[in-house]
């Protein structure tokens, strides 16, 4: 059997990588290729259909035999480790990977070489972009996690080793070179001076797009918003600049906040949205049933999410320069309206820059965009209905089509 490869270096969280990566074994699949899966650490291949109703389960993994979970950071530097054990093992034709420490495949190597890039982490540890707003100290991502001690150290090592084992071009060392949205492409193309295809993410299969989705006049005032409890999803911001406003715009209008909250760093920043919600005048509950200005719901189950988008009038995205936005993706296979900052993959992709979705550069503008989606019906069923036909070409079968068009113009 003719085998693909899809190498990453952890498999056992979900996020939009492992989405990403998953998608890309069943696209392989769809080819005639036979999916192996490289990782750095074990993990259990069940929960891809639970988390997005993708089976992986069927596929041969290779992992590293030790594990190092409290230095993830880390593990990216391995990633080509057992990649090439699972060269060595399955002799691919074909390698899709999305880090970039795989500078010790490239030596001989028999097989196409897929990278899609999440974003170009050049733009993080290399000196020369400071001042792009992306870079280490700039990105609120990286800021937040890896700016104080002992992070700072641990960022600082990493940043050290990763040229002994990172790919220097990746157009001069894939085959083909894929990203995640037409802003990121731009992003890449300043580093490297050409610019990637474009493969948006799918949307995981397990998470319905709707036929009809419920009516403006049987749904309430309410904003939903979708994300981890983290500074880079810019709550604090909402909070204390956005919705003390919008509920005296538009009355009954409340805000609800679904985020995950399980580690000790994600639940400090929930208590702080918490206290600046509070300290706004806002009116704060964790409970849906009561009555609130604001909700501030950690860990949600999907059936909650759910029930609360089908029954809101819009969904508001707060991050600055996303990369993708698989939040608003999700909230439109629900029929909600998005509202996004002008800037990122978000903006540009989804969005479309205005025709699909609304956007704004400050608080008065989000503000004046979620204000007509609560309360212009024409409006709303205008982009509800497009935030469908959206979400309808990002399913799984859509990116496995567009995907095995890329692999074929490779022969």
């Known amino acids: 059997m003719d085998r693909g490869l899809v190498a990453h270096h952890y498999w056992g969280s979900p996020g939009g990588g492992q989405l990403v990566c998953a998608a890309a074994a069943y696209a392989m699949e769809a080819l005639g290729l036979g999916p192996v899966l490289s990782g750095t650490f074990k993990f259990d291949p069940s929960r891809y259909a639970e988390w997005y109703g993708i089976d992986i389960s069927k596929y041969p993994v290779v992992t590293l035999p030790f594990g190092l979970r409290a230095f993830g950071l880390w593990s990216r530097l391995l990633v080509w480790l057992p990649a090439r054990r699972a060269v060595e093992r399955y002799s691919p034709s074909l390698l899709f990977i999305d880090e970039v420490a795989y500078k010790p495949l490239l030596r001989g190597r028999r097989f196409k070489l897929v990278e899609y890039i999440h974003f170009p982490f050049e733009v993080v540890i290399d000196p020369k972009y400071k001042g792009t707003g992306l870079a280490y100290g700039e990105d609120p991502y990286v800021t937040e996690r890896y700016s104080k001690f002992p992070m700072n150290i641990y960022w600082g090592v990493y940043a050290r080793l990763l040229p002994r084992v990172m790919r220097d071009n990746p157009f001069h060392a894939a085959d083909l070179v894929l990203t995640n949205s037409k802003w990121t492409a731009e992003v890449a193309k300043m580093v490297y001076g050409e610019a990637p295809a474009v493969l948006n993410p799918p949307i995981a299969p397990n998470v319905d797009v709707v ?201």
């Open 211 to 411: 036929e009809r989705p419920r009516p403006f006049e049987e749904r309430k005032p309410i904003v939903v918003m979708l994300g981890r409890f983290s500074q880079e999803k810019r709550y604090h911001w909402v909070v204390r600049e956005v919705a003390p406003r919008l509920v005296k715009e538009v009355p009954g209008a409340r805000l609800v906040i679904f985020g995950g909250a399980a580690t000790p760093t994600l639940r400090a920043y929930y208590d702080r949205v918490k206290s600046l919600a509070s300290e706004a005048g806002l009116r704060v509950s964790d409970d849906l049933s009561k009555e609130a200005d604001v909700y501030l719901v950690a860990n949600a189950p999907r059936r909650l999410i759910n029930e609360a988008m089908d029954g809101a009038r819009a969904f508001l995205h707060a991050t600055i320069n996303e990369h993708w936005g698989i939040a608003v993706a999700e909230a439109m296979a629900r029929g909600l309206p998005v509202v996004v900052h002008k800037s990122g993959g978000a903006w540009t992709d989804l969005a479309e820059e205005g025709r699909v979705g609304l956007g704004y550069e400050d608080a008065g503008g989000a503000v004046d965009a979620v204000a007509r989606l609560l309360t212009d019906g024409k409006q709303w069923a205008v982009l509800s209905a497009k935030s469908v036909e959206k979400a309808r070409g990002l399913r799984l079968e859509i990116f496995a089509q567009k995907f095995g068009e890329f692999v074929r113009s490779l022969s």
